[in-house]
């Protein structure tokens, strides 16, 4: 905890249309501003800067700070709309790349475990799983297959696993991961996750969104688009 962030790369435009761009944000950069507005360096603050056109509200949906990978931001109010409409309604596909610091128990499962803000003020952004009163959550989660960088691994029990949200609340893949199996998580933290795990046992948070899915706005054709984890 108590991280300070800088991007370690450019932010890279991957598609670009009329209505909606695609991107690559790196890691340590902002998805959006944040308050007091435009007082923050971010993803959309960048875009704006390069596509001058853009009008209205870009955002349609956020990744962590620490969290790298693709994000899609609309160029006009309508496109907003649909878009912000489909990640609502569930619509979008979304495949998630994590490093976690132990191999699960089993191959593949889902986590549904509802989450809260966690009350304690010094806690802060932590997020929790709560039975009573959280949001209903979902995670799917298999293990990927692709082989392991010698780095990165830790004795042996280092595991990459492939994940695909079903609700996108704040934090919920690396609750999720943290959480103790007793109180419905997987029980093994993403490796670099400094707020649900150890501070030392990587020097970025591997999480990645690596595919996003949706459908191109007004129309009825499903888009994808990829970028490869790093690690």
Same mark, same amino acid.
């Given at each position: ?44 603050? /960048? ?5 001058? @056109?853009?009008? $209205? ?5 956020? =990744?962590?700070? !620490? &969290? ?57 952004p932590r997020q929790k799983i709560c039975h009573d009163s959280g949001r209903p959550s ?7 297959? /692709? ?5 990165? @691994?830790?004795? $042996? ?5 492939? =994940?695909?949200? !079903? &609700? ?64």
């Open positions: 905890m108590g991280r300070l962030f800088s991007p370690h790369e450019e932010l890279t435009i991957l598609h670009q249309e009329d209505d909606f761009v695609v991107i690559h944000k790196p890691w340590g950069m902002r998805s959006a501003p944040g308050r007091p507005e435009n007082t923050h360096d971010s993803a959309e603050l /960048r875009l704006r800067q390069h596509i001058p @056109r853009a009008e $209205g509200p870009m955002s349609v949906h956020r =990744l962590d700070v !620490e &969290t790298s990978g693709l994000m899609v931001f609309a160029l006009n109010a309508s496109t907003q709309s649909n878009l912000s409409k489909q990640f609502q309604k569930r619509l979008v596909g979304k495949r998630y790349i994590a490093l976690v610091e132990h191999s699960p128990a089993g191959n593949q499962g889902a986590i549904e475990a509802p989450l809260v803000k966690d009350p304690e003020p010094t806690h802060w979902r995670t799917l989660w298999r293990i990927h297959e /692709r082989p392991i960088d010698e780095p990165l @691994r830790q004795q $042996g029990r280092t595991a990459r696993l492939e =994940l695909r949200p !079903e &609700t996108g609340r704040t934090h919920q893949i690396r609750v999720h991961l943290a959480s103790p199996p007793e109180e419905g998580g997987l029980g093994t933290p993403i490796l670099g996750d400094t707020l649900y795990g150890s501070e030392s046992t990587a020097p970025r948070l591997c999480l990645h969104a690596e595919e996003l899915a949706f459908w191109r706005p007004n129309t009825d054709e499903w888009l994808k688009f990829e970028s490869p984890a790093p690690f």
